[in-house]
């Protein structure tokens, strides 16, 4: 064993300050320290931590001739695993809802979304959608389909998750830092990322305080309350008083909270795109959405 792998070795797992890659195998060094000493310096591990041990990952990591490469991004919902090779891509993320892995599989097979993959509880395995995000304005503008077909094809994603009772909840399209949810592929085909806010109406009007609190998270009386520094039981009972109201809130109310988000995310993209574009993108949205 190296000196740094001795290091890693006598590192207080007990106070958490164990190698990163470790973390989720940290107890192992209680229960079976031979094993948790292999994998201390097992250069796999090493590289892609627990990500290797997904199905999908599994067979590109210990069952491919090259190395994969592997990046992280990811905000609000903690990691998020890339993984490219010459074969194929894929992402790894951790759960944002409890009903994330069943909207997102039901998206995949809609094609709305990326494909999911068999998984580990607690996480999405996903196909990486290549292609570039629509406020990415810097280069290889030959690529970017015109304003009114990327509002069609949105108008016909839309339409598909209404339809199968999947409001998306975060029709991002380009926030204050530059991050959209929208992928457009070479040949001008669009994906919707990230379902981690996304409502499925198949129970309305019931829905779980969980539910409840991504429907009002964005909501203007909802960022008034939260300024008010609410305890923890405050904020209970404001998510139980409002889910009691859902039954006042119609299916199209709720369904049009896409449509308001993708306007307001038009509005941010005064770089990319110019009024005439915005203009054209929405008709060619409502040609394509039905309801
Ligand atoms: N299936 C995918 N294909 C391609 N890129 C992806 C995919 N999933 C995630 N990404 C990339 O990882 C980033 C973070 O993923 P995601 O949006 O799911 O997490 P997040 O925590 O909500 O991040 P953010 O706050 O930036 O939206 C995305 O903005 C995108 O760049
Ligand atoms: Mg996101």
């Known amino acids: 064993m190296s000196e740094s792998d001795a290091n890693a070795m006598n590192l207080k797992v007990s106070t958490g300050a164990c ?32 990500y290797g041990f997904f199905p999908k990952a599994y067979d590109l990591i210990y069952l491919s001739d ?10 609000t919902r903690g990691r998020v695993a890339i993984l490219t090779s010459s074969s194929y891509n894929m992402v790894i993320k951790p759960l944002q809802n409890s009903k ?4 997102a599989t039901r998206a995949g097979k809609l094609e709305v979304g990326p494909n999911q993959f068999d998984s580990l509880p607690g996480f999405l395995s996903e196909e990486y959608v290549s292609g570039k995000f629509i406020n990415d304005n810097s280069a290889n503008h030959d ?19 209404h339809e199968n009772q999947i409001c ?8 204050p830092e530059k991050r959209s949810h929208l992928i457009i592929n070479q040949a001008g085909n669009i994906k919707l990322i990230d379902f981690g806010l996304s409502l499925s109406l198949n129970e309305y009007p019931n829905f779980s305080i969980e539910e ?19 305890t923890r039981e405050d904020v209970h009972s404001f998510l139980k008083s409002y889910q009691r109201t859902f039954k006042e809130i119609s299916p ?29 993108f929405m008709k060619g949205f409502y040609e394509a959405y039905k309801r």
Do not use: C, W
Request: aromatic fraction near 10%.
């Open 168 to 175: 998306y909840n975060d029709t991002t399209l380009s926030d």
């Open 100 to 103: 994330e892995a069943e909207i």
């Open 252 to 280: 199209d109310t709720i369904y049009d909270r896409d449509i308001q988000f993708l306007t307001e995310g038009l509005q941010l993209m005064g770089d990319v795109l110019t009024e005439p574009d915005k203009t054209d």
């Open 212 to 230: 409840t609190f991504n429907y009002v998270r964005t909501m203007p009386i909802y960022r008034l309350f939260s300024a008010m520094n609410p």
């Open 19 to 50: 190698p990163s890659h470790l973390g989720p195998f940290h107890k192992l060094n209680d229960s079976h320290p031979d094993l948790y000493r292999k994998l201390v310096i097992d250069a796999f591990v090493v590289k892609y931590g627990v």
């Open 143 to 161: 690529i970017m389909p015109q304003p009114v077909d990327i509002g069609i094809k949105v108008g016909s994603a839309l339409t598909k998750l």
């Open 66 to 75: 090259e190395s994969p490469n592997i990046t992280f991004s990811g905000r």
